[in-house]
């Protein structure tokens, strides 16, 4: 830690990162104040109910994507059978236009990462998010 009598060192790494300023054991602290903000902010932001408009204007069609994405959790082969315990929610396409031909693999991709699964699941769920939207896919809505 610096003290009032390192006054010259204070101006040489005033520019510095913090663990060259204060310490590795200050600039840790930071990092982990940085950390929990984030993990708040964000996990307050978290949709708890569907955000595409086609879902709230229409309740049963957001019931119906709600069950229909269950049962993928539920049929899906490394999933052994169990959804999780929170309903499924999607934002659509987050940071992105739900237009209609993208929408359908925005949700997709939602519901895979819902269901869980280890890192080849995520990966797969990820491929089939691309190809669908290289592929500027027409399918109909999901759930609708």
């Known amino acids: ?20 300023r204060f310490g590795f054991r200050a600039a840790v602290q930071t990092t982990l104040r940085i950390a929990l903000i984030s993990l708040v902010v964000c996990g307050c932001a978290a949709p708890t109910s569907h955000t595409p408009a086609i879902y709230q204007d229409d309740p049963v069609a957001g019931a119906a994507l709600t069950l229909r994405a269950g049962r993928v ?11 999780p315990i929170r309903p499924f929610v ?7 236009s739900d237009t209609e031909w993208n929408l359908s693999c925005c949700v997709e991709h939602d519901i895979a990462y819902w269901c869980g699964g280890d890192a080849e699941a995520r990966l797969a769920a990820d491929t089939e998010f691309g190809e669908c939207v290289a592929g500027g896919s027409n399918a109909s809505l999901v759930g609708s």
């Open 90 to 96: 999607t934002d659509g396409c987050s940071r992105y």
């Open 1 to 20: 830690m610096l003290r009032s009598s390192d006054a010259p060192h204070r101006e040489r790494f005033a520019g510095s990162p913090p663990h060259l």
């Open 73 to 83: 959790c539920i049929e899906s082969n490394g999933n052994e059978g169990i959804q």
